[in-house]
């Protein structure tokens, strides 16, 4: 009875993440179904194989004991006279090994495990049970969108579907309806849908993370002399203090007007508008004068 390398079966590194052997199994068990090979007994052989080294691997005590155990198992045979001896049993219903004694697990498995998994005939037909494939797609919306929360209507396999985006939603996030990806094979669970969520620039606010950022104009005579000025945030407009001599390209922070937080909407990030000086266009001649008195005493100061 030879040694079997269920990791060079599934295709794996003996260092595999328990994902990686999951997702090494469910390509394999397609690829050697017997629905899709049928009277190919290589193929069959393969699958059974592909099965009895996903039972092992898949499971984290049967996985140690193989691996401590490994090309060494007939060492514990020995040990254990016990260890091979096992109860064949009829497979419950519907079984692509064909049921009976051809639907066994190899010498090997049972040599190293006993039949310690008694009904191992409905642990084995569990384990056809594929779940269905996870369908992806993508919906984008406007920053506004993600501020207020919004909804957006999917049919996927002929059934509509209403999904809810809670405010404060981040570019990229993946919503997941689970259940709603293609239906999976001999009475396996659904896939998921997973829905990608694309917030869109915006013209006006730049955002990070939380926090938004925009520009407001601000006009020579206040940026000189102080006053007040109107900041169009997402939602309000208000009215900040300037004060006298504020330069061009200063930030103001408006705490709480940014983002709300997705995790808790009641909660928001801030907003920070920064002014930008404009210069007075089509002047008077005597508002240049004026300016040039204005230029004159400055150069005199200096």
């Known amino acids: 009875m030879e040694y079997k390398d269920y990791y060079k079966i599934l295709g794996v590194a003996k260092t595999a993440t328990a994902d990686e052997i999951k997702k090494a199994f469910r390509k394999l068990a397609v690829k050697y179904h ?96 594929m779940k269905g494939e996870d369908l992806q797609a993508e919906v984008e ?65 730049e955002r990070k993370e939380n926090d938004l950022y925009f520009d407001e104009l601000l006009d020579v005579y206040t940026a000189t002399l102080g006053g007040k000025l109107s900041a169009h945030t997402i939602d ?7 004060p006298a001599g504020t330069d061009s390209g200063k930030s103001f922070r408006l705490k709480g007007m940014g983002m709300p937080l997705y995790a808790d909407p009641t909660q928001r990030g801030d907003a920070y508008v920064r002014v930008m000086i404009i210069v007075p266009k089509n002047l008077t001649d005597e508002e240049k004068e004026l300016f040039k008195q204005l230029a004159d005493k400055n150069h005199h100061h200096a």
Do not use: C
């Open 34 to 129: 017997p629905d899709k090979n049928q009277g190919d007994a290589k193929m069959e052989e393969k699958f059974k194989e592909v099965n009895e080294a996903n039972d092992v691997l898949g499971d984290p005590e049967k996985r140690k004991k193989y691996d401590d155990l490994g090309e060494n198992w007939q060492y514990q045979q020995q040990g254990n006279p016990n260890a091979g001896q096992y109860r064949r049993q009829q497979s419950q219903g519907n079984d692509y090994y064909g049921g009976g004694d051809d639907g066994r697990f190899s010498d090997f498995f049972e040599s190293i495990f006993g039949h310690d998994a008694s009904g191992f005939g409905n642990a084995r037909q569990r384990s056809y049970q």
């Open 236 to 242: 309000k407009t208000l009215n900040i203090n300037i």
């Open 141 to 205: 919306i406007s920053l506004e969108e993600a501020f207020n929360g919004t909804s957006r209507q999917f049919t996927v396999n002929g059934q509509k579907l209403n999904l809810k985006i809670k405010p404060g939603i981040t570019d990229g996030l993946v919503l997941r309806l689970a259940g709603k990806g293609n239906p999976g094979s001999n009475g396996g669970p659904n896939g998921n849908l997973l829905i990608t969520v694309h917030v869109l620039k915006h013209h006006r606010f």
